[in-house]
C-alpha cells in the first residue's frame, strides 16, 4: 500500500542526546541506573536494559554507582539525595526542560506565584515543580478555581503541550481578573513541528499510524491532534501491535511518531505496510 511519513517525526534532539548519553556512559562504567524509564519507549528502555541500564522507582535502593538523570530531568530534592549518597551523576536532562526550570525558579525570584500549563504527573513537570517554591500545576480552566488572584501570575507550560491547548488556558487565565500575567511560552519547537507536519498528513490518507509509548505525553499529544483529522488514526508501539483488520479497504497511509520512538521501529512499520496488500 502507498505510505506517507510525517516530514518531521521521531527521536528529537533532547532524546536523541540522553540515549547518547546513557549508551556512552554504559561503556564506562557497570553499575548505570536511570530515575524511572529513561524516556518513554518500551523497545529502547529494553535496549537500553539489556546494555546494563537498570530502572530503579527510588534512589533509596542504589548504593554505588552512575544515576543516569533522564532527558526529564529530576527534582532538587532528588540530586541533593544522589550527592548525599556519594553516587555519580549524569545528566541528560534536554536543555529545553532546563530551561523550563531555570525559568520557574527567575519567576518565583521576581515574586510571581509559578503556575505551569500541563500534567501534574508527568515527570518532566514532577521535576520542574521540584525544582523550586510554592509552584502550582493546572490542566484544565477548572483548575484555575485554585490560584490565588491576588497574587502576581507567572506562566509556564509544559513543553509537549499543544500550542491550541496553551492558547485556550492562556485565554482562560486572563479572563479570571489577575492585575499582572507574565507569560513565557516554554512549549518545545521540536514537538510542534512534529504536530504541525503530522495535521497535514492525517488530512491526506485514509488511515493514520502514530508510532510511540503509550505512556509518552507527546505521542499521546500527536493521537489526539490527528484523531480530531482523521478518525482513522491509531496509537500503537510498532508493527507487532498492528490489527491488520484497520488496514481493509485503504490505499493510503500515513505514519508519523513521537520523540522517543526509534527510528528503526518507524523504518521496520513503513517497510511492512510498503509491502503489504490489503483486502
Ligand atoms: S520533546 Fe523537546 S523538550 Fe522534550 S526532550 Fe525532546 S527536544 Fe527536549
Known amino acids: 500500500m502507498k505510505v506517507l511519513v510525517a516530514e518531521k517525526c521521531g527521536f528529537c534532539p533532547g532524546v536523541r542526546a540522553a540515549i547518547n548519553l546513557a549508551q556512552k556512559t554504559l561503556t564506562d562504567d557497570d553499575r548505570v541506573y536511570s530515575l524511572g524509564h529513561i524516556i518513554h519507549n518500551e523497545d529502547m ?4 536494559s539489556e546494555a546494563g541500564l537498570s530502572t530503579v522507582e527510588s534512589i533509596e535502593t542504589i548504593d554505588s554507582g552512575t544515576v543516569l538523570i533522564r532527558s526529564h530531568g529530576a527534582t532538587l ?9 556519594g553516587l555519580k551523576i549524569v545528566d541528560a536532562t534536554c536543555v529545553l526542560v532546563k530551561r523550563v526550570q531555570k525559568i520557574a525558579r527567575q519567576l518565583n525570584d521576581e515574586g510571581y506565584e509559578v503556575v505551569m500549563i500541563g500534567d501534574e504527573g508527568h515527570p518532566e513537570v514532577k521535576a520542574v515543580v521540584g525544582s523550586t517554591d510554592n509552584m502550582k500545576v493546572v490542566g484544565t480552566p477548572e483548575d484555575l478555581d485554585k490560584l490565588n488572584l491576588s497574587k502576581k501570575l507567572g506562566v ?12 485556550d488556558m492562556v485565554a482562560a487565565i486572563s479572563r479570571k481578573g489577575f492585575s499582572e500575567i507574565k507569560i513565557i511560552n516554554t ?3 521540536e514537538t510542534m513541528d512534529r ?11 485514509d488511515v493514520m499510524f502514530v508510532l510511540g509509548g503509550l505512556r509518552s505525553a507527546n505521542t499521546r499529544k500527536l493521537a489526539e491532534l490527528c484523531k480530531k483529522h482523521n478518525h482513522q488514526t491509531y496509537h500503537l508501539q510498532n508493527w507487532a501491535e498492528l490489527d491488520k483488520n484497520c488496514l481493509s479497504g485503504k490505499a493510503m497511509a500515513g505514519v508519523t511518531a513521537g520523540a522517543s520512538t526509534p527510528d528503526d521501529v518507524v523504518a521496520e512499520f513503513v517497510r511492512n505496510l510498503e509491502s503489504f496488500e490489503p483486502a
Open 195 to 205: 504536530q504541525t507536519a503530522a495535521v497535514k498528513l492525517c488530512r491526506q490518507v
Open 187 to 189: 512549549l518545545c519547537r
Open 45 to 48: 528502555v529494553n535496549q537500553l
Open 77 to 85: 530534592a532528588e540530586l541533593d539525595q544522589i550527592r548525599e549518597k
Open 156 to 167: 509556564i507550560c509544559q513543553t509537549t503541550e499543544s500550542p491550541d491547548h496553551f492558547a
